[in-house]
């Protein structure tokens, strides 16, 4: 890897129809190191496929979030049209019953909520809006609900 980019290292490496994706993937999670020895450290432990870099990525996020980025994902999947980050906010803490949202269930800064997981998403920065990156709906619903069912069980799709 010494004479090449990390981006050329990662295509290189890349495998598969979604080699794009996995290595999009592990350039947001390499933009997260500090320092280069932890970049090389993550080069090193490179996940193989995407639904294993999805994994890593889901197994990342701290417990006390899995619920609302459970909803965010349900959410997303089901939307009818790309949500705005104050649509989603709002959304992922409605209460099943209530037509009103409390205020003091708000989420304070819904940009850190997203960042958790920012490479499972597709952001339009220009319409500020989310969705999933996918071919066709239902084939991210498939993708997702296949690997929520491999032992990350607290993201398993549901209805809203």
């Known amino acids: ?10 295509t290189a490496k890349a495998e598969g129809i979604y080699r794009f994706r996995w290595v999009e993937c592990q350039m947001d999670q390499l933009k997260k190191c500090h320092r280069v020895v932890d970049v090389k450290e993550k080069l090193t432990f490179l996940p193989r496929t995407l639904n294993d870099t999805y994994k890593r990525i889901l197994l990342g ?7 609302l980025v459970a909803r965010m994902f349900t959410w997303i999947i089901y939307a009818k049209h790309p949500l705005t980050i104050q649509e989603l906010a709002d959304a992922i803490v409605l209460t099943p019953g209530f037509t009103e949202i409390d205020p003091e269930s708000r ?5 850190e909520i997203v960042e958790l997981c920012a ?7 220009y319409a500020n809006s989310f969705g999933a990156p996918r071919r066709n709906q239902q084939d991210t619903y498939t993708s997702f609900d296949t690997l929520f069912r491999t032992g990350i069980s607290v993201f398993r799709l549901g209805p809203l």
């Open 1 to 10: 890897m010494e004479c090449m980019s990390v981006p050329d290292w990662l």
């Open 61 to 67: 996020i701290p417990p006390d979030y899995s619920t």
């Open 107 to 111: 989420i304070l800064n819904p940009e």
């Open 119 to 125: 490479s499972l998403l597709k952001v339009n920065r």
